[in-house]
């Protein structure tokens, strides 16, 4: 393999596993777990507009099937950019480990710089 199949292959991985996170992240925990109201209340509990929880998870969710599908990569990959330096700032209070009561920064920030490059 040369050079430009490498960065290919690796491209390919890094788009498809943020595109599998965003989707565990939005569709599981978000609507799932923690419900979309609950969501909403925790960013109220934050000081954002609960509103904002619904709209997050829309990025999230169509960004993470975007980005497995390969559509339109980069503009949905930037566009998660905001969505998770937000949660890297939600999370900032929780210390650096993400395996912190309330989570840590940790994970949030690879995030933001996965979606980044």
Known sequence: MNERELNQYG???LRVSLGIILIAHSVYLKMMVFTL?????????????????????????????????????????????PVLLGATWAHFG????FTNPNGGWEYPAFLSMAAAA
Not at 54 to 77: D, M, P, Q
Request: hydrophobic share 65%; no cysteine.
């Open 37 to 81: 109201p609950g969501t909403a209340q925790f960013f109220t509990s934050i000081g954002l507009p609960g509103i904002l929880a619904y709209l997050v998870f829309a990025v999230e969710a169509i960004a993470g099937i975007a980005l497995i599908l390969g559509f339109k990569t980069r503009w949905f990959a930037a566009l998660t950019v």
């Open 94 to 97: 929780a210390g650096w480990l």
């Open 11 to 13: 491209v390919f991985i």
